[in-house]
């Protein structure tokens, strides 16, 4: 793999040390922009992370019609013109995997969406079968068009139905959500994912006036409405930000209070690291991460969907574990291909073994820094959280993958007591 000129430099072996404000959380973030093309009004959305995933969904709603007005630092105002246009710039679209909640919203307030496929981190396939069944069963035709890259879906009448999800599918059940509040009739989503995310975009919707009932249940049911105004919603605080950041102490033997967090939705994350032998505590909106004088025992995780170990925090869970005493495992149950942090690690010196979907981490005493590539975003996470933890120098290269999801990462991390820079060479 070649390197980019731009990369982070990280000199690692320093304890994190300080307090934390955690940001709006981008897979919220993102599905709310997206719902933001069903209002016929004006909708504030205060506390949206300032990464380039945001801005690129803020970017395609300019593009089909809307005004944006930025009242402060991640506090964007879009105000519907005429009616958007039902067709996504296939350059915007494409850049970014959330673009396929377009598909959902432009449905659902236009009566058709042509959305280019979706890109986003390479961790295996990932198809929108359950997607694409959600909206045929509310009355949509769907034209896959291959060559263009493109899903086109129309509809004479979108009508209320019954769906039954055949896994856990927070897009899935998001965009059936988008499409089916303003269809005829009531919508009643089976085996529905119950990820926080999921309540979030549920009360926007409702806020705009959708009428969104068991949002954060297997059983959701949308009765149709005619219309969706405006509103003000505050993006909720980023999970897997937070558990970053968690994880980032816990590795580097630091004490870290974290601000702005919802304790609850981080349960299944403080449950792990406190059987590594690491001590959480929390409060309403505060979490503090204390791994003083602690080498972490190893562990076993596995993924699973909410309230489960969240996959999206799996790949920091084994760079923290690299250093662990004894020996972890880990499960990924979720996507078939979501180990690309094992080779970075293995060449920093940790001992992993993989075998299908299983991880096996032999805990080492130190990782060595070096050059490591971010494969995708939060495999990107997790070297530089390796990198902190290391002897020596690492450069972490392929910025871009972490961009997506993490503001002022390095900034932050600096603040935090963290030796590291940002550089072009
Ligand atoms: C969301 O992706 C997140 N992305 C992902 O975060 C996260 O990993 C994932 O949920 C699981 O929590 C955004 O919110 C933008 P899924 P999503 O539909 O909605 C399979 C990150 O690092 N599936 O819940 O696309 C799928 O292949 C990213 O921030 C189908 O087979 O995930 C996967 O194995 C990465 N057919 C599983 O279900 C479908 O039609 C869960 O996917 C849909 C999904």
């Known amino acids: 793999m070649s390197a980019t000129s731009e990369r982070i430099i990280i000199k690692g072996g320093k304890p994190m040390d300080g307090r934390i404000r955690i940001n709006g959380a981008k897979n919220s973030a ?89 890109g986003g981190c390479d961790i295996g396939a990932r198809p929108v079968d359950q997607h694409l069944k959600a909206f045929r069963a509310i009355g949509a035709e769907v ?36 499409a089916a509040c303003r269809a005829q009739g009531v919508t009643v989503l089976e085996n529905a994912a119950r990820e926080p995310e999921v309540i979030e975009v549920a009360n926007f919707l409702n806020a705009m006036g959708a009428r969104v009932r068991g949002a954060g249940t297997e059983t959701i049911r949308i009765y149709g409405v005619k219309h969706l105004g405006g509103c003000t919603s505050t993006c909720i605080p980023d999970r897997i930000e937070a558990g970053t950041f968690m994880m980032a102490a816990a590795a580097t033997k630091g004490v ?47 993924t699973l969907p909410y309230p489960g170990y969240p996959t999206d925090l799996q790949p920091q869970a084994m760079a923290f574990l690299c250093k662990a005493a004894g020996n972890s495992r880990i499960q990924e149950t979720i996507y ?31 990782l060595t820094g070096c050059d490591v590539y971010a494969t995708d975003l939060r495999c990107g996470a997790s070297l530089l959280i390796a990198g902190l933890s290391a002897d020596g120098e690492t450069h972490l290269h392929n910025l871009h993958h972490i961009d997506r999801g993490y503001d002022r990462l390095v900034e932050r991390l600096t603040e935090l007591g963290m030796d590291l820079i940002r550089v072009t060479m």
């Open 30 to 118: 993102v599905a709310l922009l997206a719902a933001v093309a069903l209002t016929e009004g004006s909708v504030l959305l205060e506390n949206l992370p300032q990464i380039s995933d945001v801005e690129c969904m803020a970017d395609i709603l300019q593009a089909i019609g809307f005004h944006l007005s930025v009242e402060g630092p991640g506090n964007y105002r879009f105000t519907a013109q005429d009616d958007p246009k039902s067709t996504t710039p296939d350059e915007l679209a494409k850049r970014m995997r959330a673009s396929y909640y377009f598909m959902g919203s432009l449905l659902g307030r236009l009566g058709e969406s042509c959305v280019a496929l979706p």
């Open 143 to 178: 034209v896959e068009d291959m060559e263009g890259g493109r899903i086109s879906l129309k509809a004479q009448e979108l009508k209320g139905a019954t769906i039954f999800f055949d896994m856990n599918t927070v897009g899935a059940t998001i965009n059936a959500m988008l």
């Open 256 to 302: 870290l209070t974290l601000v702005n967090v919802i304790p609850e939705h981080l349960d299944a994350v403080s449950a792990k690291l406190g059987e590594a032998g690491i001590r959480v505590t929390h409060g309403l909106d505060w979490l503090k991460v204390d791994a003083q004088e602690t080498r972490p025992r190893g562990i076993m995780v596995k």
């Open 336 to 366: 078939e291909r979501r180990f690309g942090a094992s080779e970075g690690l293995v060449a920093m010196g940790a001992k992993i073994r993989i075998d299908g979907n299983n991880a096996f981490i032999e805990g080492v005493e130190s």
